[in-house]
């Protein structure tokens, strides 16, 4: 392998910026060429590619988003597709790419590779932390830090006034983010996909915390919960049957996929990008980079791909202790 590409693709998250240094970054140290493809599988359809050297990626490793950009390319979803993004890869010279994005990405990847047994490799950038194969995306530290400043800020108000908050996360099927950021925030309520409480139990808990005093309630509701009701359906349905409460709801949305990714992503994002290049020069394709214990691990894309990590059941029952 003498010619490495780099690509982000699908949604975006914090670090993947420090991902795509890493990566260019160590095809230098390792003399090999490193180019970037731009907006995911579109660009590589299109032949929209950048030579990189490690001056090119300087004074980004605190940038949040991507420089290189992300898309959701439909065409890539077609073996026509896939045919041309091999055709300029061939053109230009490229012997394998390293593709950061989530599960769709990696599905492409390891499509693209059956059909021209070309070299891929995947490192896991998504805030959501959903991948099997790895303890940590890359984003998802940044996102619940981000989360956790927020709800401590919506504290502010909602003691102040005695207020109900039901505070929607992003997190798509899982609970991780609602999960973690929740017991960080130290939220009264948390309602995961993972277990599902019921609203009679919700009630029950939210009379339980008034009585003993509580001046204010935050409630974490992951955006995939399976309560049956969304936060506004849920700030009518707790109006209704407790009036007790003065309700209000606030659904985070895009601001947890940005801002400056924390030390903890730009470093997992640094030691992914070293492995997936090096993993690559040993002959390894198909695989997705991750983190298990510290160390960092290869797990085939095949595996990967096949559903979500569960939320730990540990910090479940951590949650429900701190919340009574
Ligand atoms: P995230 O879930 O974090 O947004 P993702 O990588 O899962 O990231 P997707 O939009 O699912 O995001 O996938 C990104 C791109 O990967 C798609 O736009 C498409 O080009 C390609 N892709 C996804 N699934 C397939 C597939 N089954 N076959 C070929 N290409 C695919």
Redesign the pocket.
Known sequence: IKKIAVLT???D?PGMNAAIRSVVRTCAYLEIECVAIYR???GMIEGDFKPMNARSVNNIINKGGTILKS???????TPEG?KKAHDQLVKAGVDAFVVI????????AM?FNNEFDFPVMGIP??I?NDIIGTSYTIGFDTAINTVVEVIDKIRDTASSHNRLFFIEVMG?DVGHIALNAGVGAGAEEILIPEQNLGLERLLDSLKRSKKSGKSSSIVIVAEGDKIGKNVFELKDYVEEHLPIYDVRVSVLGHMQRGGNPTCFDRVLASRMGVKAVEALLEGKTNYMVGIRDNDLILTPISEAIKGHTPVDEELIRVSDIMTT
């Open positions: 693709s699908g949604g998250s995911g599988y579109q898309a959701r390319c439909l065409e890539f979803r896939r994005g989530g599960n769709g990405s990696f599905t492409g499509i950038g998504t959501d798509r």
